[in-house]
């Protein structure tokens, strides 16, 4: 059997499921990817700005530039910290899709994922508290997307179950 | 398989592109809008997601003047050059304070404006190359400074723009701007940075109890409204944005030396001027 033709029957199984349980975990995966979009938008401008090297407009706090512009938020080979943020957003997007398109395999993975960026947010605030002083509020508006996608995958883990 | 089962096996397979179909159409956008966002740093055509903020850096106690509005001679510490420094070689828009704060020589085949914000730790870092490029090609490069604090990042931004126009009335100005960016880190958090700015003023030998009292007329805060008019008018966003002759430089160009002292080797070597 192909592996197409496995996901194939995976959708047409859940099809025909058509439980309301079904229908609402599909739309928590809907609404997981719409906040993933959130957040890549926002690692997407944070990229483009350290690119840049130009000071950015913070909004709310002042610290942008002292949190943006310290070794923290450059990788090994000058790669933005934030372009790593997008990667992981857009995987949790591409995840989100497809298990809302019924591929079970996208789930443990997407849970996975999610964990692990949920991981470097709560390590990225205490940098932003403890070590570098000052808060940056793209980092912060990514701190509670991340938030928010650990809540949704959750639910979606247990919540269905339940259902 | 009966036909029923058939046609949802099928229309299950059609909607197997449907999810890749979304997330091929995200990465597209996705590149796309970073190739948008680049790009927009490399054109003059720029389209700054903030400009209000900037007009709200205005300090509070002036009232919009317009660009003659500011001191005239010794202000800029080049008596006499200010004038056809602002009439030549610079991008056409709102004419910003008037007379402009200019370094180098007026006869210069080059000009560089530069719009900066004295706690932008970038524009701090641009400086001292500024600084050299300004020695390097001495007579044949100028430079323009107009003041964009982003009050809305930067708390003592304004005021330390308003530091350096203060000492200008004293003639003073460019050896303030110099000192603001030296010791940047010493008063970019301060609660209150008034001391350090005073404490800079007494460097630079100028009348403290006048400094002061400079800092806050509006006279002080017309200049740099006129300068923020120019910035806006340019769709100028971020800081230090540099203009050479008229044209807008690339981030790149702006904040990597070699690149930076490249352009200007072409600007002289095409006035007929170069080495």
């Given at each position: 059997?192909?592996?197409?033709?496995?996901?194939?029957?995976?959708?047409?199984?859940?099809?025909?499921?058509?439980?309301?349980?079904?229908?609402?975990?599909?739309?928590?995966?809907?609404?997981?990817a719409?906040?993933?979009?959130?957040?890549?938008?926002?690692?997407l401008?944070?990229?483009?700005?350290h690119?840049?090297g130009?000071?950015?407009?913070?909004?709310?706090?002042?610290?942008?530039?002292?949190?943006?512009q310290?070794?923290?938020a450059?990788?090994?080979?000058?790669?933005?910290?934030?372009?790593?943020?997008?990667?992981?957003?857009?995987?949790?997007?591409?995840?989100?899709?497809?298990?809302?398109?019924?591929?079970?395999?996208?789930?443990?993975?997407?849970?996975t994922?999610?964990?692990?960026?949920?991981?470097?947010?709560?390590?990225?605030?205490?940098?932003?508290?403890?070590?570098?002083?000052?808060?940056?509020?793209?980092?912060?508006?990514s701190?509670?997307?991340?938030?928010?996608?650990?809540?949704?995958?959750?639910?979606?883990?247990?919540?269905?179950?339940?259902? | 398989?009966?036909a029923?089962?058939?046609?949802?096996?099928?229309?299950?397979?059609k909607?197997?592109?449907?999810?890749?179909?979304?997330?091929l159409?995200?990465?597209?956008?996705?590149?796309?809008a970073?190739?948008?966002?680049?790009?927009?740093?490399?054109?003059?055509?720029?389209?700054?997601?903030?400009?209000?903020?900037?007009?709200?850096?205005?300090?509070?106690?002036?009232?919009?003047?317009?660009?003659?509005?500011?001191?005239?001679?010794?202000?800029?510490?080049?008596?006499?050059?200010?004038?056809?420094?602002?009439?030549?070689?610079?991008?056409?828009?709102?004419?910003?304070?008037?007379p402009?704060?200019v370094?180098?020589?007026?006869?210069?085949?080059?000009?560089?404006?530069?719009?900066?914000?004295?706690?932008?730790?970038?524009?701090?870092?641009?400086?001292?190359?500024?600084?050299?490029?300004?020695?390097?090609?001495?007579?044949r490069?100028?430079?323009?400074?107009?003041?964009?604090?982003?009050?809305?990042?930067?708390?003592?931004?304004?005021?330390?723009?308003?530091?350096?126009?203060?000492?200008?009335?004293?003639g003073?100005?460019?050896?303030?701007?110099?000192?603001?960016?030296?010791?940047?880190e010493?008063?970019?958090?301060?609660?209150?940075?008034?001391?350090?700015?005073?404490?800079?003023?007494?460097?630079?030998?100028?009348?403290?109890e006048?400094?002061?009292?400079?800092?806050?007329?509006?006279?002080?805060?017309?200049?740099?409204?006129?300068?923020?008019?120019r910035?806006?008018?340019?769709?100028?966003?971020?800081?230090?944005?540099?203009?050479?002759?008229?044209?807008?430089?690339?981030?790149?160009?702006?904040?990597?030396?070699?690149?930076?002292?490249?352009?200007?080797?072409?600007?002289?070597?095409?006035?007929?001027?170069?080495?």
């Amino acid at each position: 059997m192909s592996a197409r033709e496995s996901v194939g029957e995976g959708i047409a199984d859940e099809a025909s499921d058509g439980s309301n349980a079904t229908r609402r975990a599909r739309l928590r995966d809907a609404i997981t990817a719409a906040v993933a979009l959130v957040g890549l938008a926002d690692a997407l401008y944070l990229t483009v700005e350290h690119l840049s090297g130009r000071s950015v407009i913070c909004i709310a706090t002042t610290g942008c530039d002292k949190v943006l512009q310290s070794d923290y938020a450059t990788l090994p080979g000058d790669l933005p910290l934030a372009a790593l943020g997008a990667l992981a957003y857009f995987t949790v997007f591409s995840l989100a899709t497809l298990s809302a398109f019924g591929y079970r395999a996208a789930r443990p993975l997407l849970t996975t994922v999610v964990a692990l960026m949920f991981a470097s947010t709560l390590w990225l605030l205490y940098l932003q508290a403890f070590v570098l002083k000052a808060f940056c509020s793209y980092c912060l508006l990514s701190a509670a997307v991340t938030t928010t996608l650990l809540a949704l995958v959750l639910a979606r883990r247990f919540l269905t179950r339940r259902d | 398989m009966s036909a029923k089962q058939s046609a949802k096996q099928n229309a299950a397979h059609k909607n197997n592109y449907a999810p890749l179909i979304i997330i091929l159409a995200v990465l597209v956008a996705a590149v796309a809008a970073v190739w948008w966002m680049l790009r927009r740093d490399d054109s003059a055509s720029s389209t700054p997601a903030a400009r209000p903020t900037q007009t709200t850096n205005t300090p509070s106690s002036a009232t919009p003047a317009s660009g003659s509005a500011g001191p005239t001679s010794g202000n800029n510490n080049q008596p006499g050059g200010a004038q056809s420094a602002q009439t030549s070689a610079i991008a056409p828009g709102p004419p910003g304070a008037q007379p402009p704060r200019v370094r180098g020589a007026d006869s210069a085949a080059v000009t560089l404006e530069e719009f900066g914000d004295y706690q932008c730790p970038p524009c701090g870092r641009v400086h001292p190359v500024l600084n050299k490029i300004e020695r390097d090609y001495a007579g044949r490069v100028r430079i323009i400074f107009r003041h964009l604090p982003l009050q809305s990042i930067h708390k003592n931004a304004s005021l330390a723009a308003r530091a350096a126009e203060a000492a200008g009335i004293q003639g003073r100005f460019w050896e303030m701007h110099d000192k603001l960016y030296e010791h940047q880190e010493q008063w970019s958090e301060a609660l209150d940075p008034r001391p350090l700015f005073a404490a800079y003023a007494a460097e630079i030998k100028i009348d403290v109890e006048k400094f002061k009292s400079d800092i806050d007329k509006p006279l002080t805060s017309s200049r740099i409204i006129a300068d923020l008019q120019r910035a806006d008018g340019l769709r100028v966003s971020g800081t230090p944005t540099i203009y050479l002759n008229g044209r807008l430089l690339t981030a790149e160009q702006t904040l990597e030396e070699a690149k930076l002292r490249a352009e200007i080797e072409a600007a002289v070597a095409a006035a007929g001027k170069g080495r």
